[in-house]
């Protein structure tokens, strides 16, 4: 059974990467959660990137994969190791996971 509270208390070694969809501004708490009592701030080791940055602006859909993973590794991302996508309600993670 996949447990993720396991893989998060793992990451802190970096087998396994957590990376939070949500904009830099909420990830760095430099704005309020839009719900309340949701913490601001991002997981502790965790890799921000942004949602809207797999997405052209001009179509509306998601960039080529050689962009998105361009994206991810200046991210700071390692697209050969595992990685956890998260953000404040699940839903903005899921681009992240169609970006891999």
Same mark, same amino acid.
Request: glycine share 10%.
């Given at each position: 059974?996949?447990?993720?509270?396991?893989?998060?208390?793992?990451?802190?070694? *970096?087998? /396994?990467?957590?990376?939070?969809?949500?904009?830099?501004?909420?990830?760095? %708490?430099?704005?309020?959660?839009?719900?309340?009592?949701?913490?601001?701030? %991002?997981?502790?080791?965790?890799?921000?990137?942004?949602?809207?940055?797999?997405?052209?602006?001009?179509? *509306?859909?998601?960039?080529?994969?050689?962009?998105?993973?361009?994206?991810?590794?200046?991210?700071?991302?390692?697209?050969?190791?595992?990685? /956890?996508?998260? &953000? %404040?309600?699940?839903?903005?993670? &899921?681009?992240?996971?169609? %970006?891999?």
């Amino acid at each position: 059974m996949h447990n993720a509270a396991h893989d998060l208390y793992h990451s802190k070694d *970096g087998a /396994i990467q957590v990376v939070d969809a949500r904009s830099a501004e909420r990830f760095t %708490g430099a704005v309020a959660e839009p719900r309340a009592g949701v913490r601001s701030g %991002g997981i502790k080791n965790a890799n921000n990137v942004p949602f809207n940055l797999l997405v052209d602006p001009a179509t *509306g859909m998601m960039r080529s994969d050689e962009e998105i993973r361009a994206v991810f590794e200046k991210q700071g991302v390692n697209m050969d190791k595992p990685i /956890i996508n998260t &953000c %404040g309600s699940g839903v903005t993670a &899921c681009v992240l996971e169609l %970006g891999q």
